[in-house]
């Protein structure tokens, strides 16, 4: 029997939060700095995801040292239809969610701190090896 990697793991992990957490659209790992790790939903767009998770999170950080203000922990974007809530793993990493307009975002933050608070640990170093060794 061949033994999951790393990256198929974290996918499972994402994918139990996303069918467990109602309204929630997509959950993706993504890099500070621009990095798609992993995603669960086959329509996110995870290149642009990444892209803007890092930008915002540079302008948050930024923000959030000028005001010596600590460590960044969530960033939350509301849209018209819906909402974006950025969690820091650490400080390479990023747990990203998209949710619907109607979606109660105190369960979904709730469940990403979880995820973050339980398996933190795995969410950054092995798959942003993996990936990175499959891009070459």
Same mark, same amino acid.
């Given at each position: %029997? ?14 139990? /939060?996303? $069918? ?11 890099? *500070?700095?621009?990095?798609?790790? =992993?995603?669960?939903?086959? #329509? !996110? ?10 930008? $915002? ?6 923000l959030t040292h000028l005001l010596q203000l600590g460590?960044?922990?969530?960033? /939350? =974007? ?5 909402? $974006?809530?950025? %969690?820091? =793993?650490?400080? *390479?990493? !990023? ?7 109607? !979606? ?7 469940? %990403? ?8 640990? =795995?969410?950054?170093? #092995? /798959? ?9």
């Amino acid at each position: %029997m061949t033994q999951a990697t790393p990256q198929q793991r974290l996918r499972w992990l994402l994918g139990d /939060v996303l $069918i467990s957490t109602p309204g929630l659209r997509a959950l993706a790992l993504v890099s *500070t700095d621009g990095l798609p790790l =992993v995603a669960v939903d086959e #329509h !996110c767009p995870v290149e642009e995801l990444a892209t803007f998770v890092a930008g $915002i999170n540079g302008l948050a950080s930024g923000l959030t040292h000028l005001l010596q203000l600590g460590r960044l922990k969530r960033t /939350v =974007v509301t849209l018209d239809e819906g909402t $974006i809530i950025l %969690m820091a =793993v650490d400080r *390479t990493a !990023c747990l990203a969610a998209y949710t619907s307009p109607d !979606c109660d975002l105190s369960v979904v933050a709730f469940q %990403m701190a979880r995820l973050v608070d339980q398996a933190g640990h =795995v969410l950054t170093a #092995h /798959v942003r090896t993996e990936v990175q060794e499959a891009i070459r």
